[in-house]
């Protein structure tokens, strides 16, 4: 099945570590510069999403008993509607809002084009608007 975003099991671990001591989480991806550009992670409902804001996956993570949402800006998925985004993790600094900064880690995006095939299969299965 396609999907539009995926995590790497570094990333997965963190979200899973990060879910036992705070709660469910979301993601949300503005697009803007300096920290923005990083997928920032909130508890689930902490950062209010608006009617631009596009739901681009339910992520179902191993060993995190409720999906975690990933949330994009509108404008933003305007920009990268053809690009399937991978949520990695690597050691340093991050936002100082999103959850896992503490840590000593940060979230990261890697990207890629959708194929031909993923795209055919995902226009069926238009993103949610929050």
């Given amino acids: 099945m396609a999907t539009r975003v995926d995590v790497t099991p ?6 899973r570590s990060l879910r036992e001591r705070h709660g469910p989480l979301m ?3 503005s697009g803007g510069c300096c920290d923005g550009s990083s997928p920032m992670c909130y508890l689930e409902g902490e950062f209010r999403t608006g009617a631009s804001d ?7 993570v191993e ?7 990933f949330w994009m800006s509108g ?22 809002f999103s959850l896992e ?9 890697r990207s890629r084009l959708l194929t031909e095939h993923e795209q055919a299969a ?6 949610g608007q929050g």
């Avoid at 596009?54 to 179902?60: D, K, Y």
């Avoid at 060993?63 to 949402?69: A, H, I, Q």
């Fill in 10 to 15: 570094a990333a997965a671990a963190v979200m």
């Fill in 27 to 29: 993601f949300h991806q």
């Fill in 101 to 109: 900064a503490p840590d000593g880690v940060r979230f990261l995006i």
């Fill in 122 to 127: 995902l226009a069926d299965r238009r993103p």
């Fill in 75 to 96: 404008a933003q998925f305007q920009l990268w509607k053809h690009t399937h985004l991978t949520v990695d993790v690597v050691p340093g600094r991050g936002a100082g």
């Fill in 54 to 60: 596009v739901l681009l996956e339910s992520l179902r």
């Fill in 63 to 69: 060993g995190v008993p409720e999906p975690v949402t």
